[in-house]
């Protein structure tokens, strides 16, 4: 037994030792709570039920009715819609600002500090002071600059009406997540090599359309994929911004999965059939992460036909 234990010392399992704690810590806090949601989704718990000491197995009950749901079906709907919207726009303009950040200027690491406070304040009070800037009262902001500007006539019921309620959300959104992508690929931008760009312009003639196709996009894909993956996991799971500025309002125009879970819950006490939507949104979560670790092992999610950088449309030499 001495000599088991002396023998596992004496490798890497060593290593094991310093992750157990970790191991420990992920599998009381998030696997057990993730297994016992399971469970209490294959039950039927309510507000009158939650006591029992034997609760009613019912299977894939909850699952097929709230497949049925045509609440359940607006959210997936409005989800999907909500994270491609965000993570589209936010990204493009994300990138705009890291490639123009990149270059050296004056006041340019100050500025690009200061954008990041979007970033760093708490979605909550996010959430509040978009709801603020979009009311129709006086400190309604957004409809007294769009009056200024002679652009309506009269204020807009902008968190009352189900598409310019959905809008709000995904340009409060989108003010959040810009600063995230802006900072990632900024600071991928910052390790390429800058003989790459140097050989393509003098050995290949490559203007600079043809270095952000050729070498910026094809050696920056590891992190544009970690942040489109990152993006996506987070705006997904979306909630705190939802619940303070529409609680999925109206009329469930902007209600997502995340949201309707919760007012399953806690709102209308069918604790099984919120504990169902939210294995729904942890299966859609999962799948994508495991298309995301396949394709990097693969060699890219991203699939980007790459060339040599140095050799860009080489042109041939003139003979005087």
Not at 43 to 71: P, R, S, W
Not at 104 to 131: E, Q
Not at 154 to 160: C, E, F, H, N, S
Not at 287 to 316: H, N
């Amino acid at each position: 037994m001495n000599g088991s234990r002396k023998k596992f010392f004496q490798h890497d399992n060593i290593g094991y030792l310093f992750v157990l704690p970790a191991l420990i810590f992920m599998v009381a806090l998030i696997g057990y709570p993730i297994i016992s949601n399971f469970i209490l989704s294959f039950q039927d718990v309510t507000a009158m039920t939650m006591n029992a000491a034997n609760k009613d197995f019912v299977g894939f009950d909850n699952y097929i009715k709230l497949l049925n749901d045509e609440v359940l079906i607006k959210s997936i709907f409005n989800t999907i819609l909500f994270t491609v919207a965000c993570i589209i726009v936010q990204f493009v303009i994300g990138f705009a600002l890291a490639l123009f950040f990149n270059k050296k200027f004056t006041f340019a690491k100050p500025i690009r500090g200061l954008m990041m406070v979007s970033w760093m304040v708490p979605i909550t009070i996010t959430a509040l002071m978009y709801k603020f800037m979009f009311s129709t009262n006086v400190g309604g902001v957004i409809n007294y600059m769009l009056q200024s500007l002679h652009i309506i006539d009269a204020p807009i019921d902008w968190l009352t009406s189900p598409v310019s309620a959905f809008v709000a959300l995904v340009i409060a959104n989108i003010w959040i997540g810009i600063p995230f992508n802006m900072i990632l690929l900024s600071t991928g931008l910052t390790t390429l090599p800058k003989d790459v760009y140097e050989s393509s312009s003098i050995d290949g003639g490559a203007n600079k359309i043809q270095q952000f196709f050729k070498i910026t996009l094809p050696m920056l894909r590891p992190t544009i994929e970690a942040v489109l993956i990152l993006g996506l996991i987070y705006t997904f799971k979306v909630f705190d911004l939802v619940y303070v500025m529409t609680k999925g309002g109206p009329s469930n125009s902007t209600q997502v999965l995340s949201t309707y879970s919760y007012k399953l819950s806690f709102d209308l006490f069918k604790f099984s059939e919120g504990a169902t939507v939210a294995n729904i949104l942890f299966i859609i979560l999962f799948v994508v992460s495991l298309l995301y670790i396949t394709g990097t092992r693969k060699g890219g999610c991203l699939r980007w036909k790459t060339q040599k950088y140095y050799t860009i449309k080489a042109k041939p030499a003139q003979i005087e």
